[in-house]
Structures are given as C-alpha cells and as structure tokens.
C-alpha cells in the first residue's frame, strides 16, 4: 500500500518547482517592444523564502527562459536555477547526484506535459490546480490554487506545517 501524501511530507527535505503555470498563471503578457512579462504572486515567494531559511532546498527547472523571472527568484536566495532546460530529466538527475537526492525527499510542482517524466521520478508529484489532466493524473497532491496564484505557498506551507517548520519559523525571527 502506498503511503498517503501527508505521510510523504514527513521526509520532503527539497522542493523543485517549474515557473510557467506554477510559479506564475502561465499567461505571457506581451509588450511593444517584445518583452515577455509574467505574473508572480507575493505569497509565494514568501514560502520560498521561509522553505530556504528553515533549511530546506529549493530549485527551478524551467523551459522558459526571463531574466526578470531569475532576478525575483535570486532575490528570494534561490540558487539553483535552471532556465532556457529543453531535457528536464538530464538537470534533475544531475541536480539530484550533485546533492545527494533520493527520491523520497522531493517535492515537484509541475503543470503541463514537460514535467510529466520528472514527476514520475520524486516521491510527492503535485500540481496547481489548472494543470493539465495528464500531470493532474499522476499528482499526488493537487493544490486548491491555480499556478501563480499561491500553489506554491500552499505546498511550500503544507510540508513545513507537517514537519512542526511553519509557524514556529516565523515566531523565531519575532521572538
């Protein structure tokens, strides 16, 4: 039998998520003069940043490539960012050999096709709640939020409230 998702986020030492459709609400809003912009919600980001302080890894792999989206992201202390990824497989595993990884500690949001073979390969799959059906198919947890619009926080704050990291993370940078 297979554990339940809950039970999963017990060990989850590190979240991987893609940007397009999970970081922001996979629109691409187009200037004048060609510029890509997208959409990030503040919500997550805090996540993000209380994932990192608390300890935990977090890593981008995305296909799209935006400096702005890798300036917001190193803003928030990511390091490991990957864009511009035409074999999302290659980077994870090389991540995963570069940290010592097992499958059992990750966390991957993903939300369209790209993502499908990298989330057959971590213990907790999950998805924004407007992902495609294919990666909502093989999610074991579907987020109650549309990508960009705080998926990311609800996973990022559902492992750490299972690992007793969520609120006492913010009452040890108040007390």
Request: proline share 3%.
């Amino acid at each position: 039998m297979s554990k339940h998702f809950k039970e999963i986020m017990n060990d989850i030492t590190t979240f991987i998520f893609d940007v397009d459709g999970v970081l922001t609400d996979g629109k691409v809003h187009v200037t004048n003069n060609g510029d890509l912009l997208r959409i990030m919600s503040i919500k997550d980001g805090y996540a993000v940043k209380a994932a990192l302080e608390n300890g935990y890894r977090v890593c981008i792999i995305s296909g799209g490539s935006n400096e702005g989206v890798k300036t917001r992201l190193s803003n928030l202390g990511v390091k490991d960012i990957y864009l511009g990824v035409s074999n999302k497989v290659e980077i994870f595993k090389k991540y995963c050999a570069d940290h010592n990884l097992q499958p059992e500690e990750i966390l991957y949001m993903g939300d369209d096709i790209p993502d499908y073979h990298v989330m057959q390969l971590v213990a907790l799959p999950t998805a924004p709640q407007d992902a495609s059906p294919e990666i909502k198919r093989i999610s074991r947890y579907i987020s109650h939020k549309n990508g960009g619009e705080g998926a990311v926080r609800e996973v990022i704050e559902q492992v750490m409230k299972t690992q007793h990291k969520w609120f006492q993370h913010f009452d040890a940078k108040y007390d």
